[in-house]
């Protein structure tokens, strides 16, 4: 079992910068992938980035070259850098894992919100 935990995020302006984090904790030894969702009022869940072990990461057309995912081992702590942030941004933003190299992510964290104002 892996436990989820977002934090970091706010309101902001639009142009503004965020950093989300997930702290990850429990059996974490077999993980094919991290990444992070989103999901807007209305709008169906999307994928946002992700991280597989050994290969770069996947972003969105849409965040592209304003979010950067990162990770820190050390910590258990999975990071969402988000710059450039526009009003469309505005969303519940949430942490997943996935232990397999294919399917659902099988782990969520709680959601953090994330409101960028114009």
């Known amino acids: 079992q892996v436990q989820l935990v977002e934090s970091g995020g706010g309101l902001v302006q639009a142009g503004g910068s965020l950093r989300l984090s997930c702290a990850a904790s429990?059996?974490?030894?077999?993980?094919?992938?991290m990444g992070w969702y989103r999901q807007a009022p209305g709008k169906e869940r999307e994928l946002v980035t992700f991280?597989?072990?050994?290969?770069?990461?996947y972003y969105a057309d849409s965040v592209k070259a304003r979010f950067t995912i990162s990770r820190d081992n050390a910590k258990n702590t999975l990071y969402l850098q988000m710059n450039s942030l526009k009003p469309e941004d505005t969303a519940m933003y949430y942490c997943?894992?996935?232990?397999?190299?294919?399917?659902?992510?099988?782990?969520w964290g709680q959601g953090t919100q994330v409101t960028v104002s114009s």
């Open positions: 429990g059996s974490i030894f077999s993980i094919n992938a």
């Open positions: 997943a894992v996935r232990e397999g190299a294919t399917g659902p992510p099988d782990y």
């Open positions: 991280i597989s072990t050994g290969n770069s990461p």
